[in-house]
């Protein structure tokens, strides 16, 4: 079975803070992991996948198999940052296609 | 926005009545998926489907029953509503094993059904 922890519901940073929302997984295989977004009022939306190693809006996460974590992280919150975060596991083999997503973290960035 | 749209976006039913929800896309993708959203619980699948008349169970189906007549519509049915149904409901659509590569979701609006 696959299973992904979000430890926080609720983060709170002040603005130019460093920010990070914790993402933990139980997989046996080899997983794919995403970070998705929902900004208020607007559609969940992909923010980042490990695959692609990229830095969209300023956000990285990197995939520590060892610790089996898949944290999001940003040097400097941004008020516009304020979210609802959803750390999210496909599997491999037959499973790949289904997503299991977290409970999410609601991040609040303060001025 | 992508080719993606759900009705109705909101409902208000009673306890007992059956609702549709109607998830349509232009983006001629195989995958289609149904999840519900509460809080404390994230997003959660219900049903999903890999293709026109094949669908599988996700791990909240109870109480939901999903159609796939044609490639752009995927129905979820709930055929007696209950309170504990009251949700925000999201479509979202995949074109897993094409130019995408891995499986990125994309998201309808949602839609939120009130059970009374």
């Known amino acids: 079975a696959q299973r992904v922890t979000q430890p926080e519901k609720l983060l709170s940073v002040f603005k130019g803070a460093p920010v990070e929302l914790k993402c933990n997984y139980s997989?046996?295989?080899?997983?794919?992991l995403f970070w998705y977004v929902q900004y208020s009022r607007q559609r969940l939306q992909l923010l980042l996948r490990h695959i692609s190693r990229e830095s969209i809006k300023g956000f990285t996460a990197d995939l520590n198999k060892g610790e089996t974590s898949f944290h999001l992280k940003k040097p400097f919150a941004q008020e516009e940052d304020s979210a609802m975060y959803y750390c999210a596991l496909s599997g491999g083999g037959g499973s790949n296609y289904k997503l299991t997503f977290g409970k999410g973290t609601l991040l609040t960035v303060n001025p | 926005d992508a080719g993606i749209t759900q009705s109705p976006r909101h409902k208000v039913t009673e306890t007992g009545t059956p609702v549709t929800l109607r998830c349509h896309q232009t983006?001629?993708?195989?995958?289609m998926y149904w999840y519900r959203q509460d809080p404390g619980h994230g997003l959660r699948l219900i049903h999903y489907s890999y293709g026109v008349k094949d669908t599988d169970k996700g791990e909240v189906s109870d109480g939901y029953s999903v159609s796939r007549s044609k490639t752009e519509d995927f129905l979820l049915t709930l055929e007696s509503a209950t309170s504990s149904q009251t949700s925000v409901y999201f479509c979202?659509?995949?074109?897993?094993?094409?130019?995408?590569?891995?499986?990125?979701?994309?998201f309808g609006a949602g839609s939120r059904l009130t059970v009374l």
């Open positions: 997989y046996s295989g080899s997983p794919e």
């Open positions: 979202a659509i995949s074109d897993f094993g094409g130019d995408a590569g891995a499986n990125v979701l994309t």
């Open positions: 983006e001629n993708h195989r995958y």
